[in-house]
């Protein structure tokens, strides 16, 4: 047993619990401590993704108790995959927050440590109820990071999510109550032999707690018609915070790529694969009614957290889809999104505090100090995130597209995908002249750039470039992952060990 | 047994999806509280109802699992927490906004 697989999820603990009862501390030590904790998370997914590319399932059996009766950790390429995406852009977001940001309210490096905790251990988690735990405490985290530097806006947004997040928490309780009362466990690999398993009278109810959890998990995941909370929540938060939820609807695609192809999968009998059917149109409207919503928004960040229901759309229909090419492409297209979208939160804080009392909203205001340079980031993130070529929007897509055979979903997919990166394009470059040509005349003298902000950013939004040059090697890797998510026998075998010892 | 424990559940849940609906944050707050009640009271059935039956298995023909129990204690706790973290919000909305309408304004008369 790996004792390295809870780490992820100890560290933040820990690191953040410290931070709690240490909260008289001066603001260096708390930056430091917090820093530290959350740079270390890199080394540690690094080394996660080295040992889950083995090919090898790693189960940590809490307390040592097997399998199927007790709670169990389960790293494979897909979760290794998720820590290392969340590591990066935790790091990221952490030394745009340490520039300043973290002053404005109170704990924010506690509540950010345990933020980590919670997403890192939602993907490790390989145990229904535990997944419930931890959302719970990355949700709870998120409440307070949403409302981080006050005002009226924030708060309005705030109660909002929480009282949507809580209705998602009760959905969820009754779905896995359902699925214990009729499988008797709520180890997710155990659950899916049970579901094979299960007799005709039970696929009905089985069928419908399925589909509640895909209701949960849309509303984490912010699709069709359960994205409403989205932009504005996006747009009001904190801009680290913001970036840092960029992998918050990850977390819900995450659970449905899992459930979905596990519990629910190919094996299930006359369940399987029970939810493409559904996300197949959802996914294609949410991309639609995201660029939409991009076209008309009034500031740039709600037009960047559009984006992100555009890119939720887009890696749901990867996932619809149900091929290991189209699943491929589709995590290949999670990596680039989650980056970028946290990328452009930051970007826009940095335009928008050069702005005055315009903010990020798209009038004309007082012009930049550093145009070319924002506007060159601008210019890149937008290229990234529209999809054109060369940068890794433009790969993501390709994938996706390239997935299917020409046939019906092609004839569908390809014009929404398309047409929506077109429109993309058109709400971003109506942005950007907005903000970098269509100014007045003055300047405001006090908004200097601070390169330690400016670094952040640019690192952020600079990883698609890596994305693009390490293609294949990520590529190749995306390819392991998702045939190693149809690979059913692998999972069962964690309970069949279990049970012999 | 069954037909109380339905019906209980039914009426808590609607009541609770009732005031959910409403477009004031008390009245919001209740209403969660009241489904996170039925939540729970509904995770508790899914051991299956029985009465005086122990939890420790081969003491008796019958047995009681006491997984969802733990299940409920852990629901419990968490809707505690999140029922204080909404109060607490909802307070702070009524300071920062002025009214307590959900959407943060008073709708247009």
Known sequence: MNHGLILPILLPMFAGSLLLLGAGLSLRVKRSLSLLATLLLLPLSGYLLWLADQGVLQVYAAGNWAAPFGIILLLDRLSALLLVVTAVLG?????????GDDERGQSFHALFQFQLMGINGAFLTGDLFNLFVFFEILLIASYALLVHGGGAER?????????????????????????????????????ASRVAAAGPD??????????????????????????FWLPKAYASATAPVAALFAIMTKV???????????????????????????????????????????????????????????????????????????????????????????????????????????????????????????????????????????????????????????????LMLWPVVLGGGLLTLVALSRAGSMLFWRVGLSQLDSAELDYGRLL?????????????????????????????????????????????? | MEAIFAATLGILTASGVYLLLRARTFPVVLGLTLISYAVNLFLFAMGRLQSGVVTVIGKSSEYADPLPQALVLTAIVIGFAMTAFVVVLALRSVGETRTDHVDGQEPAQ
């Open chain 1, 91 to 99: 790091s990221f977001a952490l030394l745009y927050a340490m520039r």
């Open chain 1, 155 to 191: 708060v309005r947004a705030g109660l909002h999510y929480v009282v949507l997040n809580l209705v998602g928490s009760a959905f969820f309780l009754l779905a896995v109550g359902v699925l214990y009362g009729i499988t008797g466990t709520l180890n997710m690999a155990d659950m």
């Open chain 1, 202 to 227: 039970d696929a009905a109810l089985l069928g419908a707690a399925g589909l509640l959890l895909l209701v949960v998990f849309g509303l984490k995941a912010a699709f069709l018609p359960l994205y």
């Open chain 1, 252 to 410: 819900g695609l995450y659970s449905i790529i899992r459930v979905y192809t596990l519990i629910f999968g190919d094996d299930a009998g006359s369940l399987a694969n029970m939810a493409n059917d559904w996300l197949w149109p959802i996914a294609l409207l949410t991309l639609a009614l995201g660029v939409i919503g991009a076209l008309a928004a009034v500031s740039l960040q709600g037009l960047l957290a559009y984006l992100v229901v555009v890119s939720v759309g887009t890696l749901l229909a990867g996932i619809a889809i149900g091929t290991e090419q189209a699943l491929a492409g589709a995590l290949y297209y999670l990596v680039h999104s989650t980056w970028v979208a946290g990328g452009l939160f930051l970007l826009a804080d940095l335009i928008a505090r050069q702005r005055g009392d315009k903010q990020g909203l798209l009038v004309q205001g007082p012009a930049l100090q550093n145009p070319h340079l924002l506007g060159g980031l601008f210019f890149f993130g937008a290229i990234a995130v529209a999809g054109l070529p060369p940068l890794s929007g433009f790969i993501g897509k390709l994938l996706l597209l390239r997935s299917l055979e020409p046939g019906v979903q092609a």
């Open chain 1, 456 to 501: 952040a950013c640019a690192g952020l939004l600079l990883l698609s470039l890596l994305l693009m040059v390490g293609a294949a090697p990520l590529l190749s890797y995306v390819e392991a992952t998702a045939s190693q998510l149809h690979d059913l026998a692998l999972y069962r075998q964690i309970i069949e060990s279990g049970a012999a010892r």
